[in-house]
């Protein structure tokens, strides 16, 4: 399977990273809200081993924030999503699933609340800005949506916390999980979060001034020297291990947040003013028809998963895999993907059609990192 | 500039026609739509050639369809687009600008009416689908949004004519320009329009059933052979000389169609629905201050234009170069960008500043085609 090239134009933006990105030695990207994101440096598995033992710089500007401020900003955040955010208080990020009118998923971001009538939504892979924008203009609601200047760097690992500590000071440490604070950067106040897309633990830095890109990398590198910091990316192997969602790969608006196993996160059991809450509540009432499962699919490491790869039971296609790789810690190819009711249970034996060949497959309910 | 590698995942969706793609030999890709859209196949400048003499046959699936369809879809288009639609005929296209409450570009796409309550929206890099259906949502317009399973494939040059007629017979020749009809392929109606991404000549076909892909693409090939038919895709030289505009690269929502020169696609002189009318009309009074221009850049051939490379007049920055390429037929690099009114005027000259150093700059009203 050879690696396509990526044509480089102004439409994929750049990110004030990435010389830095480069200089570090990128080897792939994709493109992620028409920005550039890295998928590797040294190779997937090197990066993999590196973020599980170390601390890894992750640009990850391309996590556009979508501003919503103004008197209605709160009215127009909960006809966003299902879950319920009466409870949201200022400093706290929430895993935030939008839905459309018919309850499918428009993205997974996490929102965070800058005050009670700004909150920025820190979105997934598509232009959630466009839907914001149109939904307060139709509805005639009094609040601005804007795309802010700000390029989010995730500081990921189980030395992140350290490396923080020597940047930001020793208050760092009471930034507690899923909440964020104010920190100060030569001069510029910015926002920092304790987030990010792995799960060995870390840091989201929301530089919201480009200029302090250079400054701000050079700083981290230089105080993580001995603690080997490098750059780093999202790894594929992490994430699927660690059973965290991509939107657009395991899910797509054709899904809703219950089918993704998201829940937890809807208040669907009374009337919001969720656009797509009486689709949910419909759903919820009929029985959801399948869910996202982890999968351990046998044999040699696979290919990249570039469309969905169906299951079977015999004859009978019950669910398609959306994510899969190696793992080299597991020693299988760990995978993602939805699979019918009849099927989801624990331990579940299947089959994959994969572009090489069939493979057995067993489905779990727990991601493969929980169950170690 | 080393060229980096495209990461392949289900995110970045493939198309019906993507195997044949890669077969075809592509050597890169963009992302579109979240979609692959070839770049090159032999090299740029040999496919640039091919299509001014032969004829190339484009996987350009990720041109995404937003239908529009129902009793309100005259009137929420007509909210989206300054142009005015009264005249539109069924089986006519319209280039139409779509623009935000402040007039700012958010897709230039053609839209095919395909009845008098349905339209198809073909869309550039974008989520319109998300600002249309939340419009509709937000009106409360009686009117379904869907992205419907259509994937466009362009037949472009100048031996395009005789290709189609070959296969979908004489009826072909009377498609005037920028209509469409209907024809039939193994037994499936399907829409053909002439119309495409390059100034050669051309037709679109809106395959409308991905089983079919294969087929098409065997039939053209082996209708084509000694008409030289290839694999080809838009082509950056053949637009930049075209001035064939690119959303994303020469405009974005920061830009209004007026400086895109666009003008005579608007209608402001006069109170419609369109939402952005008030923010251009003020402009239109106020006067226009910047407008993309046809520049050619001298020296040695520069590299792709990965972000805005300003132009100045002494000290004075006076615009804003966004596609640049070396033209093998003009011998210079073509050019386009944003030039302020003062310095817009043909022949003014001007440097910019590329990252391979300071060049001389010519300001032209007219794109290169259409000044040789």
């Known amino acids: 399977m050879t690696v396509p090239a990526l044509s480089i134009t102004r439409r994929l933006r750049n990110t004030p990273f990435t010389d830095h990105v480069n200089i570090a030695g990128v080897k792939s990207y994709t493109?992620?809200?028409?920005?550039?994101?890295?998928?590797?440096?040294?190779?997937?598995?090197?990066?993999?081993?590196?973020?599980?033992?170390?601390?890894?710089?992750?640009?990850?500007?391309c996590q556009r924030q979508v501003s919503v401020k103004g008197p209605d900003a709160a009215a127009l955040m909960q006809r966003l999503t299902p879950r319920n955010l009466t409870n949201m208080v200022v400093g706290q990020?929430?895993?935030?699933?939008?839905?459309?009118?018919?309850?499918?998923?428009?993205?997974?971001?996490?929102?965070l609340k800058l005050a009670e009538d700004h909150y920025?939504?820190?979105?997934?892979?598509?232009?959630?800005?466009?839907?914001?924008?149109?939904?307060?203009?139709?509805?005639?609601?009094?609040?601005?949506?804007?795309?802010?200047?700000?390029?989010?760097?995730?500081?990921?690992?189980p030395k992140a916390s350290e490396l923080m500590e020597r940047v930001f000071g020793p208050e760092i440490q009471?930034?507690?999980?899923?909440?964020?604070?104010?920190?100060?950067?030569?001069g510029q106040k910015l926002i920092i979060s304790r987030s990010g897309f792995s799960k060995q633990g870390g840091f989201e830095i929301y530089l919201n001034r480009s200029d302090l890109a250079a400054p701000l990398w050079n700083t981290l590198f230089k105080a993580g020297e001995d603690l080997q910091v490098r750059a780093g990316c999202p790894n594929l192997i992490e994430r699927v291990?660690?059973?965290?969602l991509s939107y657009?790969?395991?899910?797509?608006?054709?899904?809703?947040?219950?089918?993704?196993?998201?829940?937890?996160?809807?208040?669907i059991e009374s009337d919001t003013n969720c656009i797509g809450n009486e689709a949910l509540q419909k759903e919820a009432k009929a029985g959801t028809k399948c869910q996202i499962r982890s999968i351990a699919i046998e044999g040699d490491p696979l290919f990249p998963c570039d469309d969905k790869w169906p299951l079977f039971d015999g004859e009978n296609h019950v669910g398609d895999v959306t994510s899969a790789v190696w793992s080299p810690d597991?020693?299988?190819?760990?995978?993602?993907?939805?699979?019918?009711?009849?099927?989801?249970?624990?331990?579940?034996?299947?089959?994959?059609?994969?572009?090489?060949?069939?493979?057995?497959?067993?489905?779990?309910e727990k991601c493969f990192a929980d169950r170690q």
């Open 120 to 157: 920025w939504i820190s979105i997934a892979d598509g232009d959630l800005l466009l839907w914001v924008k149109a939904l307060a203009i139709g509805f005639g609601l009094i609040v601005s949506i804007e795309e802010p200047e700000v390029f989010p760097l995730a500081i990921q690992g």
């Open 248 to 267: 657009g790969n395991d899910m797509t608006s054709e899904n809703t947040p219950l089918e993704c196993g998201l829940g937890r996160f809807c208040k």
């Open 31 to 61: 493109v992620y809200n028409r920005m550039l994101l890295p998928t590797s440096f040294n190779s997937m598995e090197e990066d993999y081993f590196h973020l599980k033992k170390h601390v890894q710089v992750w640009d990850v500007s």
């Open 93 to 111: 990020c929430y895993y935030t699933p939008i839905v459309n009118d018919q309850g499918g998923m428009l993205n997974d971001p996490v929102t």
């Open 330 to 364: 597991f020693e299988t190819n760990v995978a993602l993907g939805m699979v019918n009711k009849s099927h989801w249970e624990n331990g579940t034996s299947l089959v994959v059609q994969t572009p090489q060949g069939i493979r057995k497959a067993i489905v779990y």
């Open 174 to 186: 009471t930034i507690r999980f899923f909440r964020f604070q104010e920190f100060t950067f030569e």
């Open 241 to 244: 291990e660690s059973g965290l």
